[in-house]
């Protein structure tokens, strides 16, 4: 952590719900007065869009290599955290980003099979030791959350054509990740409704949070 401010990641497979429940988040803390900046990865910035429409959504990104893809989005993390998160921590505001350094850990690592020290240390030097306070895993079954994505829009973007066993990887790969660094990482049954996600989620501020977020409880 940088500064007076709170980042929070939110994390978890496509179609978990992650942005539904950072838009929730925002409002209520907003509506303590409090400056909440809502990021998202790759992107946050001019240099971080560009690159994420490349990852996603050009017609000559289906030729990427899994190396090049890792190089990518570690590049738009990089001019982020430099460019937005850390001024705004040390603005004090709340920082909630919807994927940070754990994707790049599971998507490339685990499910594109990279090497898993390669990967960490090209993690560590793009974030430069700004790391989440917390991270919230989203978990869903694999099979309903590529469900879920399926229905949100007729055109679908490189990691949502992956198969089914791209996305079962994605979530073992979260869930070690998760056991692995249970002080950092907090794991949220996905499956329910809108409400019911939101209510584990500030619960699970309430108990990691409460003494830095007044009046959120």
Known sequence: MAGKGIFISFEGSEGCGKSTQI????????ALGREVVQLREPGGTPIGETIRHLLKHDET????TPEAELLLFAASRAQLVREVIRPALE?????LCDRFLDSTTVYQGVARRLEADQVAAINRFAIGGTWPDLTLLLDLDATEGWQRAATRSQEKDRMEQEGAE??????????????AHPERIAIIDASGNIEAVEAQIAATLKLRLEERIDGLF
């Open 61 to 64: 990104a289906g030729a990427m």
């Open 166 to 179: 791209f996305y079962e990887a994605v979530r073992e790969g979260y869930l070690t990740l998760a056991a």
């Open 91 to 95: 603005r004090g505001c709340i920082v």
């Open 23 to 30: 838009i929730r988040l925002a409002l209520r803390l907003q």
